[in-house]
Nanobody, 126 residues
Framework: VQLQASGGGLVQAGGSLRLSCTASGRTISNYAMGWFRQAPGKEREFVTS????????LYADFVKGRFTISRYNAKNTLYLQMNSLKPEDTAVYYCAAYRSQSTVGISASQYEYDYWGQGTLVTVSS
């Protein structure tokens, strides 16, 4: 599976962005997917994950109520809607995927994920 993230850019604090992650090579229907981010000088961290059915999601505490993950399997695409952005959300955002045996499987561990996109930069100005 090849993943291509897009939609990053520069936005003012309080603004919104929607990231997309398009998969190619095979269908993502049997893959749990997630978003991670890495800020300058920091370790990569978990943001959110969604099961391949879309029926189960998991969010890091620092994005709850502000970010929403979704997927459209028919278009092989994963989304991340980011609202009420803060300067501390500035980071390179990566989409990732792993094949899940369960329709409700999700994971916050980056070591679970086998496939990664190249990342898209989100910059939030104050």
């Amino acid at each position: 599976v090849q993943l291509q993230a897009s939609g990053g850019g520069l936005v003012q604090a309080g603004g919104s962005l929607r990231l997309s992650c398009t998969a190619s090579g095979r269908t993502i229907s049997n893959y749990a997917m997630g978003w991670f981010r890495q800020a300058p000088g920091k370790e990569r961290e978990f943001v959110t994950s969604i099961s391949w059915s879309g029926g189960r999601t998991l969010y890091a505490d620092f994005v709850k109520g502000r970010f929403t993950i979704s997927r459209y399997n028919a278009k092989n695409t994963l989304y991340l809607q980011m609202n009420s952005l803060k300067p501390e959300d500035t980071a390179v955002y990566y989409c990732a995927a792993y094949r899940s045996q369960s329709t409700v499987g999700i994971s916050a561990s980056q070591y679970e994920y086998d496939y990664w996109g190249q990342g898209t930069l989100v910059t939030v100005s104050s």
